[in-house]
């Protein structure tokens, strides 16, 4: 032994100046630390990966939202235009049902015919209501009169047309009802 007083001998460096445990104990930290950046890599590359994933999801909730909102719009529009309208058709009723003096009646009623095939091909149906059971949902009671022969507020008259637009209440009927007395 060469003024090595441990007891273990004399070991020769390695040719880049480390001893096998120490260039073993390098490549292990080396492994060590690449492995480190290698799991920080991978949950940056999860992290990502989920805020992708939001972030798709909140642009495909946002653009749904968006759709909807210009469906609800268009429809606002249409009912208020279609419902401005009503009072044209309900003009030309009127005009149609007056007595021939040159052919406005025969004019007004083409016109009306028109107009309901315009707000047939757009979904605006009449409200069938004489002889049926008082609905509020349906229709607004202008009068109302007892009669002995009805078992339920019933309809007797149509005062003005109601109309659906689908299955929505673009204009109430205005109606007289009869009502059971008691």
């Excluded at 495909?60 to 009912?79: P, W």
């Excluded at 095939?117 to 609905?135: L, M, N, S, W, Y």
Aim: aromatic letters at 4%; glycine letters at 8%.
């Amino acid at each position: 032994m060469t003024g090595d007083d441990t007891g273990r001998g004399n070991v020769e460096p390695e040719a880049g100046g480390l001893s096998p445990e120490a260039g073993a104990q390098a490549a292990e930290a080396r492994a060590e630390a690449a492995e480190a950046r290698a799991n920080e890599a991978a949950a940056k590359a999860a992290e990502n990966w989920d805020l992708f994933l939001r972030a798709r999801a909140d642009l495909e909730n946002y653009r749904k939202r968006v759709e909807r909102d210009l469906e609800l719009m268009v429809h606002r529009g249409k009912k208020s235009l279609l419902f401005r309208l009503l009072d044209v058709a309900d003009a030309l009723d009127r005009a149609a049902s007056f007595e021939d003096d040159g052919g406005e009646r025969a004019g007004a009623a083409a016109i009306l015919r028109q107009l309901h095939k315009a707000f047939a091909e757009e979904g605006v149906t009449p409200i069938d209501c004489v002889g049926k059971p008082f609905d509020p949902a349906f229709h607004e009671a202008v009068d109302v009169t007892l009669d002995p022969s009805v078992t339920e507020p019933t309809v007797v008259e149509e005062l003005q047309r109601g109309y659906l637009l689908g299955d929505e209440v673009l204009r109430a009927s205005r109606v007289r009802v009869a009502q059971p007395p008691g």
